[in-house]
């Protein structure tokens, strides 16, 4: 079976503009030479701290910003190749939910006309059919009918973030970006929004790409992960290999930071000191070398290579060459 | 063991006086906070953690936020009926907060040095020489290297965990009793937080600084609190150490909300979810608060607020499922044990 969607070496720079004509005085590179591949039906899922490139990517795969590089097949097709049109035609398989329910939806405009929207964007069905559908969808993420007359101010947080969703699905998508999805919830709304999209996602064969720094959350939700770091991708692997057996030292370090919500476990070590360094100036070599407690002498010289170490479960560390 | 609050606070309701009308955040709340422990007071959106500490430092936005009963004994003295002029004196010397974004309160115009000793110069009347070698000690204290650089160095050249790092330098510089923090380390990735959390147990231990730690974090009570306060639409469901209320919770609150965490340790096919919406503050104002989400809700708990209820050794819970088990815990004022 081919994978829904494969990334291949993918990498987008942003220029950093300085004085009264914009002189490009350097850039940032924000997705750095990443490749991964996502079956159908399954949730990958992208973690990584602030400025990682994880949202980065997510934009990327639905080209709502430009990559200097590499190939995004979707379906075996490259949609970098795509004309304007053609694209514009394509998103109808490819949706995005997005992390603040509050910013991305039309305050103007009734919950009723928000779903609609998609649906005329990409001329499907009557009128009436149409209506029909935003009822049907309403029902389907938990609301009632009666909340489509509404406006997105007289819901909560948890309630337009299932606005949102049944947005991203209106026109049966077979691929959803979900960028930081649960982030702005609070925790027993988090929990809801996490269910609903599992049993969305086996009602309608979706394929996730699920977007978060909270490893807890994309432990449950997510059948692969990749770990970001800096713009590069450190490590994948399957979501409970990963989990149970993390290679990458930053990996290591990131669940070891997790707090957990049990008084009786100790996380006193600390294993990974100082700060993210600026994306704009990164460390030679490694890019986590100036962080890693298992730092030798080649991570400052050389950058590890992508290898796949066990069966599925890729990582670059000079440990592991 | 005999111990004595540095704070107490006893009956406490404030409110919000908005074009909608009066809207109750805080509903009558007591609690303690004893020398040298960290307390947590956990909830979520609008449950009233925040305004409750905003009461305490007398920091309630005017005009619309008031206190409109309740004390909040520091030591002896009623800092509800403290002038404008002692809370000053009060607020940065004997009480300090540290925020969720620390460039929210640090100057982006001045030094980091000057903010800090000018903290010193109010409240410690010491000399210029004295302010900066005592700033400079507190920030090595908190573990930033090269201190006496970054005396010169002004807030937008520090990340976003130096930041808070400085925040709580400035927060300690003066020795307060009481060290209010309101989701610290919310705004900073989880490395860093671990850090931040480290430094504040560590900074707990070694100067005897009680904390008072809002969070909406669960992970961040139980890997830093020693007793934990919940709080649920403006008032506290249920409280005890934290032993106790993470092995064996009992208001149904509570319970739901510590299974509803995604575990980083093994993964459920379907987490545990609580019916319903966080209600907005004001929003439910007879019975049970949680009467509309709750699994075990009978006709009584609509219209009839529950007691609170003292179940053993400190650990209360206010819901209806006790009246067997538990006497009731006096509402306004609970005796130290």
Redesign the interface.
């Known amino acids: 079976m081919t994978p829904l969607l494969q990334v291949r070496n993918l990498k987008k720079e942003f220029p950093i503009k300085k004085g009264i004509f914009s002189r490009t005085v350097g850039s940032v590179k924000a997705v750095n030479d990443i490749s991964f591949s996502v079956n159908e039906g399954e949730t990958f899922a992208l973690v990584g ?2 400025g990682c490139g994880k949202s980065t990517t997510g934009k990327l795969l639905l080209r709502l910003i430009e990559p200097q590089g590499g190939e995004v097949l979707f379906q075996n097709e490259n949609i970098l190749t795509f004309s304007k049109e053609k694209m514009r035609k394509a998103r109808r398989h490819m949706q995005m939910v997005f992390q603040d329910p509050f910013a991305s939806l039309n305050p103007r405009q009734t919950v009723e006309r928000i779903l609609e929207e998609p649906l005329i964007v990409h001329n499907i069905g009557t009128a009436k059919e149409r209506k029909q559908k935003v009822y049907e969808m309403l029902e389907i993420v938990g609301l009632q009918k009666e909340h489509g007359k509404r406006y997105p101010h007289q819901f ?4 337009r973030q299932r606005i949102g969703i049944a947005r991203a699905l209106m026109t049966n998508p077979k691929l959803i970006v979900a960028d930081e999805p649960v982030s702005a919830l ?7 929004i ?2 609903l999209l ?1 049993d969305l996602q086996k009602q309608f064969q979706l394929t996730y790409i699920f977007i978060s ?5 994309v ?2 939700i997510s059948d692969r992960v990749g770990v970001m770091y800096l713009g590069h991708m450190v490590e994948m692997a399957d ?2 290999k990963l ?1 149970a057996e993390p290679l990458h030292p930053y990996t290591k ?13 100790e ?2 070590v ?1 294993t ?1 000191k100082g ?2 360094p600026s994306p704009a100036n990164p460390p030679s070599g490694c890019v986590f070398h100036t962080r890693c407690a298992q730092c030798m002498e080649i991570c400052k010289k050389a950058k590890p290579e992508w290898k796949e170490v066990k069966p599925g479960h890729y990582v670059a560390c000079h440990l592991y060459s | 063991m005999e111990r004595k609050p540095i704070l107490r606070v006893e009956g406490l309701q404030t409110s919000f006086f908005t074009d909608d009308g009066e809207i109750p955040a805080v509903d009558n709340i007591s609690f303690q906070v004893y020398p040298g422990e960290i307390l947590g007071i956990v909830g979520e959106s609008g449950c009233g953690k925040s305004v409750t500490s905003l009461s305490i430092m007398g920091l309630l936005p005017a005009p619309q936020g008031k206190i409109k009963a309740g004390s909040i004994f520091l030591g002896d003295e009623d800092l509800v009926k403290a002038s404008e002029k002692r809370m000053r004196e009060i607020r940065g010397n004997e009480i300090a907060m540290i925020f969720q974004e620390p460039m929210t309160s640090l100057n982006p115009l001045f030094k980091i040095g000057n903010q800090l000793m000018e903290a010193l110069r109010v409240h410690k009347k010491v000399s210029k020489e004295e302010a900066f070698q005592r700033s400079v000690e507190m920030l090595r204290l908190v573990g930033l290297p090269r201190a006496e650089e970054l005396m010169n160095a002004y807030p937008h050249e520090l990340s976003g965990g130096m930041r808070q790092r400085v925040m709580i330098a400035m927060a300690l510089i003066c020795g307060p009793k009481v060290l209010i923090a309101d989701e610290p380390t919310t705004a900073l990735d989880v490395t860093i937080q671990a850090q931040i959390l480290h430094l504040m147990k560590r900074l707990n231990e070694k100067l005897h600084t009680a904390i008072l730690l809002i969070t909406h974090d669960l992970g961040v009570v139980a890997q830093v609190c020693q007793r934990v306060i919940v709080m649920y639409a403006g008032k506290i469901v249920e409280e005890g150490d934290v032993q106790t209320i993470f092995q064996n919770p009992k208001h149904p609150y509570t319970k739901g909300l510590l299974q509803s965490i995604p575990d980083i340790r093994a993964k459920k096919e379907r987490l545990f979810s609580i019916p319903g919406n966080v209600p907005k503050p004001g929003s439910i104002r007879q019975g049970c608060r949680f009467y509309t989400r709750c699994m075990f809700r009978e006709e009584r708990c609509r219209l009839e607020d529950p007691p609170y209820y003292e179940l053993e050794n400190q650990h209360r819970s206010r819901c209806w499922l006790h009246e067997k088990e538990g006497k009731t815990a006096d509402d306004t004022v609970v005796a130290s044990s």
């Open positions: 701290e602030s909560s947080g948890g309630q609070d925790v027993s709304i988090q929990s809801q996490l269910n599992k720094h909270d490893l807890g959350v432990r449950h979501s409970e989990y370090a990131l669940l070891d930071a997790v707090p957990i919500a049990d008084p009786n476990v996380r006193e600390i990974i700060e993210l």
